[in-house]
């Protein structure tokens, strides 16, 4: 396979990531061309790109997709159930809301050099201590990887060393990110209550609003999505990752082995916050607007429904969810406004109960019929 | 029926959209398209619904009409599902995708902030309907819904000189019109001599449901021998269980006299108004006012909907307000062209249906009159005050220390949304 | 029921009416030279202007100046379009039997559209209102006297002081005489006497009105420099004696409120949660579509009232075992339909169940509406069980508190004392053991969930006296109701109870400290942190496994 020769060698057996990772670097390759390069050197054959309003679409789906890795990381391989990984996501993104909110200065509607536009007509008079920093990119990068992080790394040293499993832990992941959620739509937080972070101008001095601008992050996107992939991949293959995989199936054997069962689950929820926080931050300059709806305990369960039907314990699995609800979401938002409901609804019944391992499930079962019916030809 | 009437519209809508869509470009050039970003599913679609029937019937009235500029107009709706993310990917693809020349929509204030600088990139025309905060005011964008001064400032003042109330509660759900507002009254307030220790305020989440702390402490405030009133932008569904503790703990409205600036004819429909009675709303327009143009409109509506049950709201005036001011508009400038509609807009009139003209002005905010009522059993308001004139919107407050020396203009030479009259500068980029 | 309450004024009002028309030519044969003077003068568009012709009616002392001025209060007095007249309506059907003011003779039937309602304003109304107290005050009847005073309680004036002086010469009733010196008391602490307003002073002090109150704060007002403006260093003493108690009275009894607020909190998260702690606790099932099945029953009590609109009182009794039913089959349906298929995979239950729950409210909106529906309360449930002016707590939180002790004790009953339950609990503990045993565990479960799903619904009765009746209305509770099964420990009834009341008291003795925000979130985070060190609630029991593998 002339193919594994651009996979590093731990891939060389993943054929759905393989398949995944070539279409994603495709498709970034033509927005590339078509949108960034075609229209640079020849100005008048543009007809041929593709429209902004699809680029910003698929960058959002691919954090998105991101944020499904994530979760399928914690859930498909460890079998911690997280409710609140939305409240991760929504965390990086509020931390890239922060600094984009730094980077427009004095241009906001009052032209207060230092505050937000929230802040000036709330009176607020100085910026509180814990937006200090964000003016800077390498601390903004630096934090939206640490707050989820931390997060993470409390809650879980809390609750993997008191041994809370299960539904308990979904409940209590439901309880934070709900608890957040009406933190976050407070006013004195100061992260602008209800209608959180928005009204972006540029980042890192190139507006967002430039095309080229939105085809480096689409692109970025992909790239993180790309290493998530590749990075989680490389986890559960490893050691760190079978010994994981023996705790979702068997707990106390493992723990009666010697393994150090908390510190285990531990590392892998804090890197999963990560991922999912590093997914927030490149999806707030795509759509334009963080706010504490993000961190609504539906959201979290949403995204276990896309991990769901993909597919869990695959982790393109997870990709493809991702991709498919949210397609659906948003053809039927359109299409079917006041009946898109019933169809989703629907959809997460059957999958759950005829589909449980999801779409990627369905097509090994496809396979191994084929691969038997092959055998059964070779017998016959 | 009326419903299924109303989803056979909506899919038609669609369809007609879609294959219009799909027809190209070609009979793009024959029509205008009129874009429609209204919530029809989530928590927002209670409201946002008929916003976007109503928009559905001017169209139709308008193409029976002729249309505009010899070409007939034709509606692309779309659901952005109350998720405000998805306003600004609705608004992107209704200006890229469709290309749509106005689109009519939002209700909530973030959905609005979340579509500005999309609409402002792409240099479209949105017409928002919904009484809002103000501190506002986009080339791209035109008010038809009340300012603060439109409809906190006038409804203070009729409780100060009217009914002499003396100490006040401000009481609102914990999102940005209701902050805003507050403190444009309060700053108002005490402008006008009112202590501080006469002002209460109080905020709670969305959806509050349990009022009885907050009640009792109203009841305490309220009953120390001075007259009290309570200034309330409690968000829709909180309301309901607010008024019924307010009633249960016996606080009649004649004792404490709720005024509320987001409880109209379309909310009053879905509850039991009897524990409301009397209580206050404060708009620039009721279904009640007897007027021939108010008249002719809810028959219409009426008609449009196929039921003689359905009520008008002011963002339902709002809307047709605004439809009436671009159909105008576009007339006068021979275009649907961004630019030389929003020229073209300001100074426009049309009649409003409780009486007098509003006039579109050069902050891109309305001049109408304010109306106060009282709330009936049968679920009307009716009228009990009302200015005499009509009230031009403040896009900047007056009352806020920030914006007290802003204003905007949006015609030659200032051309500017936030111009300083101090420093006689641009705050815009 | 303010309906009937309503209805029967209405009924009082045509008596009233026919025996004035039965004195009619008695009084058309005096001179209604005044009455048709002011009249007319009812229908200017200014407030100020109508307060003043009101005030000039409520002067004339006949009895037609009442009858007009009451209804003006209850909006029946109208306006002819054509001629400006004035006259007082009775609605007949469709159409309006109009009344003449003067004299109340009939005078015809008309349509709605000839004539026009005066209207009326809060300020206009409380005045009237506070002038037929006055007239009323030493009414013989003693209901209308308490109201009367009542009234006047509110809003007394100084001009009074002369027809309460004389009204409680007049009265015999003691507790009504006790009012009369309170109201007599506010009047005179603002008396020039220094002796007359010491003893107003002392008998403020002993009440806890809230208005006696305000006036000591009146009293004791301070200027700019801190000093207070009040010269008299007795009244200066006695009136902060008099707050002192006043206060500390008040404060004992805003405590018993708060604590009666929480309980009343607790008693609904209990109705809420009481339902999923047999389904989750009992069955280890995750049921996401429990705030539905509690909004099912909400919509119950709307269709039982649209079925009976004649007795809203009785539609509320008939809506709970309907509810029960209706939300039970619901139940029983999920259980056979999509849950029987994914026990042991207590997360893979919690998936589907979401999907069920977007389906149930969809449903909503599509044969409903996707509007509020309008839910009402019966009389009985309304207003508030009075202790004292500072004390008063409503009918309707009683009533669900009682009801949510209710629910727990039958449902406890039936899990300790029927074969049933104890087919219910030799699954929860054993389920082969039970099979073995030759329990049908697949019919336990239908019915176990069943009985789970109604008393959701039966919680939705409740809950639709207290909120809104929506689509939504379950996602406002299935978060807390969750903190409460594993706050209280899972499969523990007990358990639920304590933890519901619990985080009721402590959510309501948060609040006025930290807002009602910020003591949700409080709570949240201590719940969070208790189940780290008691991952099993607070009263863990052993049995079936529901914490997942």
């Known amino acids: 396979m002339i193919i594994n020769y651009f996979f590093p060698q731990f891939m060389h057996k993943d054929t759905g990531g393989k398949i995944l990772l070539s279409l994603l670097a495709l498709v970034t390759i033509m927005v590339i061309i078509f949108n960034f390069l075609i229209p640079l050197l020849l100005p008048e054959a543009s007809s041929w790109h593709m429209p902004t309003y699809m680029v910003t679409l698929l960058g959002k789906y691919l954090c998105l997709a991101l944020l499904a890795i994530a979760l399928d990381l914690v859930w498909g391989y ?91 832990l979904s409940i209590m992941t439901q309880a934070l990110t709900y608890a957040l959620m009406l933190a976050f739509f407070r006013n004195e937080m100061g992260l602008g209550g209800n209608n959180g972070l928005t009204d972006f101008k540029d980042i890192l001095g190139f507006s967002l609003q430039s095309d080229s601008t939105r085809i480096v992050i689409f692109s970025l996107s992909a790239a993180a999505l790309a290493m998530g992939y590749i990075a989680s991949r490389f986890i559960v293959e490893s050691k760190l990752g079978k010994t994981v995989v023996a705790i979702r199936d068997a707990e106390l054997r493992t723990r009666f082995i010697g393994y150090k069962v908390e510190n285990f689950k531990l590392w892998i929820f804090v890197f999963s916050a990560m991922l999912a926080g590093v997914a927030g931050a490149l999806y707030v300059p795509q759509v334009g607007i963080i706010n504490p709806g993000e961190f609504s305990p539906l959201n979290s369960i949403e995204l276990a429904i896309w991990v769901a039907i993909g597919g869990r314990g695959t982790l393109f699995g997870a990709v493809i969810g991702a991709l498919i609800v949210n397609y659906a979401k948003t053809y039927f938002t359109g299409a079917l406004p006041e009946l898109w409901l019933f169809a989703l609804g629907t959809l997460f019944i059957v999958s759950t109960l005829y589909l449980p391992k999801g779409v990627v499930g369905l097509f090994e079962r496809f396979q191994n019929r084929t691969e038997n019916n092959k055998l059964e030809e070779k017998t016959a | 029926m009326v419903r299924k009437s109303l989803r056979k519209l909506a899919l038609a809508a669609v369809v007609t959209a879609s294959t219009l869509t799909l027809a190209g470009a070609a009979w793009a050039a024959d029509t205008i398209k009129v874009g429609v970003l209204h919530s029809l599913s989530g928590t927002m679609a209670i409201s946002e619904t008929t916003l976007k029937d109503t928009v559905l019937m001017m169209i139709e009235e308008q193409n029976k009409k002729g249309g505009l500029l010899g070409k007939q107009l034709e509606a692309v709706v779309v659901d952005p599902a109350s998720n405000w993310p998805l306003f600004a990917e609705k608004t992107r693809e209704l200006i890229e995708k469709e290309k749509v020349d106005v689109i009519f929509g939002c209700w909530t204030s973030v959905s609005r902030k979340s579509v500005l600088p999309v609409i402002e990139e792409l240099n479209g025309l949105l017409f928002y309907p919904v009484q809002y905060e103000g501190e506002e005011s986009s080339k791209n964008v035109f008010y038809t819904g009340a300012a603060p001064n439109q409809q906190a400032i006038p409804a203070v003042d009729y409780l100060m000189n009217d009914l002499e109330v003396k100490r006040w509660v401000l009481a609102g759900t914990d999102y940005v019109y209701p902050r805003t507002t507050n403190k444009i009254l309060e700053a108002y307030l005490i402008a006008k001599g009112v202590k501080k220790e006469d002002i209460m305020i109080n905020y709670t989440p969305f959806g509050h449901s349990d009022w009885q702390s907050i009640v009792s402490d109203i009841k305490k405030f309220g009953s120390q021998g001075k007259k009290t009133a309570v200034v309330s932008t409690i968000n829709g569904d909180a309301n309901v269980p607010f008024y019924k503790e307010l009633g249960n703990q016996n606080i009649s409205s004649e004792d404490i006299p709720v005024i509320a600036f987001s409880v109209g004819e379309e909310e009053l429909s879905g509850i039991d108004t009897k524990p409301l009675v009397g ?77 007098g003209m509003a006039v579109m002005n050069k902050n891109h905010h309305l001049s109408k009159p304010v109306l106060i009522g009282e709330i009936q059993d049968d679920g009307q308001i009716e009228t009990v005050w009302s200015t005499e004139s009509t009230v031009a919107g403040d896009a900047w407050s007056d009352f806020l220390p920030s914006s007290k020396d802003l204003i905007s203009d949006w015609t030659a030479p200032i051309k500017c949304g936030n111009y300083n009259t101090k420093t006689k500068k641009c705050l815009a980029k | 029921m303010k309906f009937i309450s309503q209805k029967n004024n ?11 028309l039965i004195f009619a030519t008695n009084v058309s044969a005096e001179n209604n030279a005044d009455l048709e003077k002011l009249i007319p003068q009812l229908q200017v568009k200014n407030f100020k202007k109508k307060i003043a012709s009101v005030k000039q009616l409520a002067e004339i002392n006949k009895p037609q100046s009442i009858t007009i001025l009451e209804a003006l209060l209850d909006s029946r007095l109208y306006y002819q379009k054509a001629d400006k007249s004035v006259v007082i309506i009775q609605k007949k059907d469709h159409k309006y039997e109009i009344f003449s003011p003067l004299d109340n003779t009939k005078i015809g039937l008309v349509e709605k559209k000839t004539i026009k309602k005066i209207t009326t304003n809060n300020k206009l109304r409380k005045t009237i209102r506070t002038l037929l107290a006055q007239k009323k005050i030493s009414h013989t009847e003693l209901n209308i006297r308490q109201a009367a005073l009542k009234e006047i309680l509110t809003s007394s004036d100084a001009s009074l002081l002369p027809v309460l002086q004389q009204a409680k010469k007049n009265e015999s009733d003691e507790s009504q005489k006790d009012l009369l010196t309170l109201a007599i008391a506010l009047i005179e602490v603002d008396s020039k006497d220094n002796s007359i307003r010491l003893s107003a002073i002392k008998i403020l002090g002993n009440s806890v009105f809230p208005r006696a109150k305000g006036k000591l704060e009146q009293v004791l007002l301070t200027n700019d420099q801190g000093s207070f403006i009040e010269q008299d260093k007795d009244i200066i003493t006695a009136s902060q004696k008099a707050l002192k108690r006043i206060n500390s009275k008040l404060s004992l009894f805003s405590n018993l409120e708060t604590l009666f607020f929480g309980l009343s909190l607790g008693s609904v998260l209990l109705l809420a949660a009481i339902g999923l702690s047999i389904t989750f606790g009992v069955m280890g099932v995750i049921n996401m579509a429990h705030g539905e099945l509690i909004m099912l029953g909400a919509y119950t009590t709307y269709l039982v009232q649209q079925a009976m609109p004649n007795d809203i009182g009785l539609s509320l009794i008939v809506a709970i075992p309907a509810a029960f039913i209706v939300s039970g089959l619901f139940g029983i349906a999920i259980e056979r339909g999509v ?103 697949q019919w336990v479960d239908s019915l176990t969930f069943g009985l789970g799903s109604g008393v959701a619904g039966v919680a939705g009765v409740a809950l639709s006296q207290l909120t809104n009746v929506g689509p939504n209305l379950g996602q406002a509770y299935i978060i807390d109701s969750f903190m409460v099964v594993v706050f209280g420990g899972v499969e523990n009834l007990w358990g639920t109870l304590v933890a519901a009341m619990t985080l009721g008291i402590t959510n309501k003795f948060l609040e006025p400290w930290v807002g009602a925000v910020m003591s949700k979130i409080i709570v949240l985070i201590f719940l969070i942190i208790f189940i780290q060190k008691r991952p099993n609630g607070l009263f863990p029991q052993k049995g079936r496994s529901s914490g997942g593998h």
């Open chain 3, 10 to 20: 209405l009924g009082l009002h045509l008596i009233y009416i026919i025996l004035c």
């Open chain 3, 339 to 441: 849950i029987r298929h994914l026990y042991g995979r207590p997360l893979e239950t919690l998936l589907a169940t979401f999907g069920i729950s977007l389906l149930l409210q969809q449903m909503v909106r599509t044969l409903i509406s996707a509007q509020n529906v309008p839910v009402i309360t019966p009389s009985w449930l309304s207003g508030s069980l009075v202790f004292n002016p500072a004390f008063a707590i409503t009918y309707n939180r009683i009533y669900i508190f009682f009801f949510a002790l209710m629910v727990f004790a039958l449902l406890m009953l039936i899990l300790k004392k029927t074969s049933l339950g104890l087919q219910v609990r030799a699954v929860a503990k054993n389920r082969s053991m039970a099979t073995a045993m030759g329990i049908k565990t």
């Open chain 1, 78 to 168: 460890c079998g911690i159930l997280s409710l609140g990984h939305a409240a991760f996501f929504a965390l990086g993104g509020y931390a890239m809301g922060m600094y984009l909110m730094r980077q427009i200065g004095d241009r906001g509607v009052y032209g207060d050099p230092v505050l937000p536009d929230f802040m000036v007509f709330l009176n607020w008079s100085e910026l509180p201590w814990y937006w200090y920093g964000f003016e800077s990119f390498a601390f903004t990068a630096l934090m939206i990887l640490l707050v989820p992080g931390l997060l993470a790394y409390v809650f879980g040293w809390m609750t993997f060393r008191s041994r809370v499993t299960g539904v308990y």
């Open chain 2, 279 to 355: 209580h206050l709303a404060a708009w620039n327009y009721f279904m009640s006012v007897e007027n021939p143009e108010n008249e002719a409109f809810i028959k219409k509506w009426q008609a449009f909907i196929k039921s003689d049950k359905r009520v008008t709201n002011d963002p339902m005036e709002a809307t047709y307000i605004g439809f009436e001011m671009w159909a105008k508009a576009v007339a006068k400038a021979k275009s649907v062209e961004t630019d030389a509609v929003e020229q073209a807009m300001i100074g426009v009139e049309v009649a409003n249906l409780t009486g």
